[in-house]
Nanobody, 121 residues
């Protein structure tokens, strides 16, 4: 089974930027879509962004639209989440996942272990 590895989390000040990376270990993303989710204590898990196989038509949560950009580089098997103008409410554990959308529901085939992003005010 393909495992996913996230990197790039850490502490950043409000207004700053951070880039998360996701790479598959033991395989490739193949034809699956890739998404980033996040979850903070006491809140439901939120799908932040997702992108299709060919990198077409990314979709974003309203809370991050205009600030976050997801990109997919199939040649080097990496998906990035560029996060700009970060806010304290963006603080969460961010998870990379590959899978597919079934209607509006995400069906994850594999999930990473998550990387903590902390935004200080």
């Amino acid at each position: 089974q393909v495992q996913l590895r996230e990197s790039g989390g850490g502490l950043v000040q409000a207004g700053g930027s951070q880039r998360l990376s996701c790479t598959p270990v033991g395989g490739t993303f193949g034809s699956y879509a890739v998404a980033w989710f996040r979850q903070s204590p006491g809140k439901e898990r939120e799908r932040v962004a997702d992108i299709g196989e060919s990198g077409r038509t990314p979709a974003y949560a309203y809370s991050v639209k205009g600030r976050f950009t997801i990109s997919r580089h199939n040649a080097n098997n990496t998906v990035f989440l560029q996060m700009n103008n970060l806010k304290p409410e963006d603080t969460a554990v961010y998870y990379c996942t590959m899978g597919y959308l079934h209607g509006s529901q995400w069906a994850g085939v594999s999930w990473g272990q998550g990387t903590q992003v902390t935004v200080s005010s």
